[in-house]
C-alpha cells in the first residue's frame, strides 16, 4: 500500500480499527505495519516484495 492516506499494514493490509499501526518512512514514503509483522520486516523483508519498493534486495537483520 503505497498511499500515504491508507493506514493500513503493508503485509495483512488490516487497519487501525482492527490493530495497532506502527508508521515508517521509506525512501520518502510513509508506509504502515502492525506490531504482529514487525518481526516480517525485521527478519524477513523479502517477504514484503510487492508493498515495499526494493524488498526483496533488503538484508535481513
Request: charged letters at 20%.
Amino acid at each position: 500500500m503505497e498511499e500515504e492516506n491508507k493506514k493500513a499494514c503493508v503485509f495483512c493490509h488490516r487497519d487501525d480499527n482492527q490493530v495497532p499501526l506502527v508508521q515508517l518512512r521509506y525512501q520518502g514514503r510513509v508506509y504502515w505495519i502492525c506490531s504482529q509483522h514487525i518481526p516480517v520486516l525485521i527478519h524477513d523483508p523479502a517477504q514484503l516484495a510487492g508493498s515495499l519498493p526494493g524488498a526483496e534486495n533488503m538484508a535481513a537483520g
